[in-house]
């Protein structure tokens, strides 16, 4: 399975933080024997974030993002995804939000969204690497029997 890792954040851009939480992913996903091709990092620019899940959609089973969730003025991510999607999955993003919250009422500030493109699933994540974490093993627990669904392997 192939996989794309899209991190978007201003500071992480420009280089002034490193980016904990796209390298904990890919690590994550390589773990768990995807393969990563691509693994990028934009500003908070709804543009150039729709524009790489767009590039990166029927290239890849799967594009994770992380940052840009939350409910600060440059946090645009769950819009350019929306813009992006053709079939929305709201079900993994509660899901994940819902585990989070076992451990932080903060999950619930998430905006965070998931869905399909083509061939494609995408879900956002939240930035930090603590709700990363977390994320990725709530996704971690669905995301075979979503593709396989994906695949029309059917229930």
């Not at 904990?20 to 908070?44: H, M």
């Not at 994770?64 to 813009?83: F, I, M, N, Q, Y």
Request: charged content about 25%.
């Amino acid at each position: 399975m192939k996989a794309a890792v899209l991190t978007i954040s201003d500071s992480c851009y420009k280089g002034t933080r490193v980016d904990e939480s796209g390298e904990y992913i890919a690590r994550v996903l390589l773990e768990n024997g995807w393969e990563v091709s691509f693994k990028v990092i934009v500003p908070d620019e709804k543009a150039l974030i729709a524009q790489k899940l767009k590039e990166w959609a029927n290239q890849v089973d799967l594009i994770l993002t992380t940052g840009g969730t939350g409910l600060s003025p440059r946090d645009v991510t769950p819009e350019a995804t929306l813009e992006v999607l053709e079939r929305r999955a709201p079900g993994i993003s509660e899901f994940i939000r819902w585990e989070g919250l076992k451990k932080t009422p903060n999950a619930s500030l998430s905006r965070a969204e998931a869905g399909t493109r083509g061939k494609t699933l995408i879900v956002n994540l939240p930035g930090s690497l603590k709700a990363v974490k977390d994320g990725m093993e709530a996704l971690l627990k669905i995301l075979p029997h979503a593709l396989e669904m994906m695949a029309g392997k059917g229930h």
